[in-house]
């Protein structure tokens, strides 16, 4: 349930090529426009393509400053240093001591790149001189930078024409990287600081490499005076926007907006916000009372979510919906326990006690995920001992087998599985899901098809989620995708189960904005990760509509460790560059913006942007390695709903961390 991977340890493409770079990097630099003094070099080659799209979107001159790195004898890829125009060279005096170069060995490097230097000079400009920096803000652009060997090469070298200021700009650099450059020039502007940082490449899923007839094409084609005209990305989104109260679009925006989709997602951007829990509960009570939806899938275990199922059709032996809810213990309890989730509860019941009055359809509330590993071996003897007491024995037996390395715990089996310290049960799982299906004609003549579904789904789950806690102790992206995979699968389960003649099946998905959202359209993308929100676009099509919910700040429900205590702890402002800051500028204090409302506004929100993710763990200390990664929310979602200052979701049971205090203001400086 943790929805955010905190701290990832594997490098991710972020721009498409150079050229979305270079306008991602314009927007950073739109302060610059319109100064007549700013001058745009790109670092040939890679640099140029960069620097060109900077350069147009601010009106400026583009030009080229050729550096050559200076590689060791025999290892020319490892940088000794650079070499700039007028002879400028840049060691690494470490690198060259440890290497034993003797000063002749470098004065031979130096000569050999500053005949290539001379070439590319004479084949880039035709002639054409330098263009002057002497008292001019130049903007020294490259596509990335590593060790920044030229570009101390390139400082230097612009240093020395005596300009009014130095700005570096780069799509991709390490953390340190940019502080050292920042400590040198008067702006240094770091579009993204991935961790960690292992090559330039690593952030571009096109790094092609950039030719000599490129270079001279991008430089021949003006820059200034360029007929498109500026584009205040504020203004756009401000006029696709539709305001929202509460979070709930209008009903005729959102009919509009849905269409006739079988399936409708609506996220979050934490598992402990009070308004995105109410706006999704109003909203899926409009979809299920006016436009016939038949249930609720939540990002819930089977189990637990069957509970309340059974109570809000009245079923079950509760009595009310916070005894419906009881069954969510685990942590975090509170990402079902809480208050909202109790009224809307309540609401569905009385929804279908008036609809079974009526002689219509009721609606159901079901659970997508598969933590409930050792909860569904239990429902799924229990219901066999009703039903059929020899399979039941044969269940006992095969599911004993967990009994044997984890004692109720799924991780400790997966961590004993995966690491030959305990017997794999994989087999015994599966034989046990193809005897209850086999099984199925019989079972369903003396039991409810509800009943069998139900035991169905819970060994499915068992056997999905014996697969999962195998594979977290390998590659996170593995349980990662088994686990979207299982909620894909029970989704499309539930529509088959719940399509009537003539009266197909309409979901409502509760789910973090990380999984109903489309992977394709993040750099998690780069480590093979999937998400349900593609898998469910890739099944069904434009019968799949998605909505995502961002938040400025405010409060959320969270703890600061898996398995803590839920605290009620502040958001911090949202970063610079990021969806949230741009939808924050809107100045609305909630709204609904479709992501095709307009193609000025697809276009904006396509561009790779910093997005915020707070799963059931927020730690605002680390918050940019922890809580923000690149996506194109334009991808991403159907549609955004964004509520500017939130407030921390309030469980049935606050404990004393949650009731009497919150993160103050000023974390984590104090000050």
């Known amino acids: 349930m943790n929805a955010t991977p905190v701290l990832r340890d594997e490098p991710q493409q972020i721009f498409r090529d150079r050229s979305e770079a270079g306008r991602t990097l314009a927007r950073l630099l739109a302060h610059y426009r319109g100064d007549p003094d700013v001058v745009v070099l790109g670092l040939a080659r890679g640099g140029v393509p960069v620097a060109w799209e900077v350069a147009a979107a601010l009106d400026a001159p583009l030009d080229t400053l050729i550096v050559r790195k200076l590689g060791a004898p025999g290892r020319p890829e490892f940088a000794i240093g650079a070499l700039a125009g007028g002879g400028r060279v840049v060691l690494n005096d470490d690198v060259v001591r440890a290497l034993r170069l003797t000063a002749e060995q470098v004065r031979s490097i130096a000569r050999d790149e500053a005949r290539e230097l001379a070439r590319r000079e004479s084949a880039y400009r035709s002639g054409r001189a330098p263009v002057e920096v002497a008292g001019r803000t130049i903007i020294l652009v490259d596509d990335g930078l590593a060790t920044g060997a030229s570009m101390f090469a390139a400082v230097e070298a612009i240093r020395a024409g005596e300009p009014k200021r130095i700005v570096v700009a780069v799509p991709a650099a390490p953390e340190s990287t940019c502080r050292e450059f920042g400590a040198l020039v008067d702006e240094m502007v770091c579009a993204t600081m991935p961790s960690p940082f292992l090559a330039v490449g690593h952030s571009f899923w096109n790094f092609s490499q950039v030719t000599d007839d490129e270079v001279r094409q991008l430089l021949a084609t003006p820059t200034v005076g360029a007929p498109a005209p500026v584009v205040d990305p504020v203004a756009v989104l401000r006029a696709a926007a539709i305001e929202a109260p509460a979070g709930v679009p209008p009903e005729q925006a959102l009919a509009e907006f849905l269409g006739d989709a079988r399936i409708v997602l609506i996220g979050e951007s934490s598992h402990g916000t009070r308004e995105f829990y109410a706006a999704r509960a109003a909203i899926t009570g409009w979809l299920i009372s006016e436009r016939g939806f038949s249930a609720v899938a939540a990002e819930a275990d ?15 032996a509760d009595g009310s919906p916070a005894q419906a809810l009881s069954g969510f213990e685990q942590f975090p309890s509170w990402m079902w326990r809480n208050t909202v989730v109790r009224e809307f509860v309540d609401w569905l019941r009385l929804h279908n006690d008036a609809q079974r009055r009526a002689g219509g359809a009721c609606a159901g509330f ?34 004993a087998c967990f009994d044997r390395t984890s004692d109720d715990d799924g991780q400790a089996y997966g961590f004993a599985a995966a690491f030959g310290a305990g017997e794999s049960c994989q087999a ?14 019989a079972l369903g003549e003396i039991q409810d098809g509800e009943a069998h579904f139900d035991a169905l789904r819970n060994a499915w789950t068992v056997r999905d989620a014996e697969a999962y ?29 719940l399509d009537r003649p003539g009266a197909p099946a309409r979901i409502v998905v509760w789910a973090h904005n990380s999984h109903i959202g489309d992977a394709r359209a993040t750099e998690m993308r780069a480590d093979g990760q999937l998400s349900l929100g593609q898998l469910l676009r890739e099944r069904h099509g434009d019968r799949c509509r998605s909505i995502g919910f961002t938040t400025g700040s405010g ?3 969270a703890a600061s460790s898996w398995g803590g205590d839920a605290e009620r702890k502040t958001v911090r402002p949202p970063l610079p560059t990021s969806l949230e800051e741009l939808l924050h500028d809107i100045g609305l204090p909630a709204l609904f913006l479709r992501t095709d409302a307009s193609p000025e506004a697809a276009d904006i929100l396509r561009a790779p942007r910093l997005e915020r993710a707070i799963g059931v763990i927020y730690q605002p200390a680390t918050e940019r390695q922890s809580h923000y990664f690149h996506a194109r929310p334009a991808d991403r979602y159907d549609a955004i709903v964004h509520i500017d200052r939130t407030t ?4 049935l049971y606050p404990g004393s961390r949650w009731e009497f205090g919150t993160t103050p203001e000023t974390y984590p400086t104090g000050l």
């Open 302 to 316: 089977w189990p637990d979510a069957y509970r309340v199922d059974r109570y809000v059709r009245g079923r079950g």
């Open 366 to 399: 079901y659970g997508l995920d598969l933590y409930s590993m050792h909860r569904s071996m239990r429902q799924v003897i229990d219901y066999l001992e009703q039903v059929d007491p020899a399979a039941a024995q044969r269940a006992k037996r095969r599911y």
């Open 428 to 441: 015994e799982v599966v034989r046990q899901l193809v005897d209850l299906q086999r099984n199925t004609p």
């Open 469 to 497: 806690y195998r594979a977290m102790f390998g590659e996170r992206v593995s349980s990662w995708n088994l686990r979207d995979e299982h909620m894909a699968d029970t989704l499309d389960a539930l529509l088959r189960h």
């Open 555 to 557: 409060t959320v429900t």
């Open 648 to 651: 921390a979701l309030e469980p």
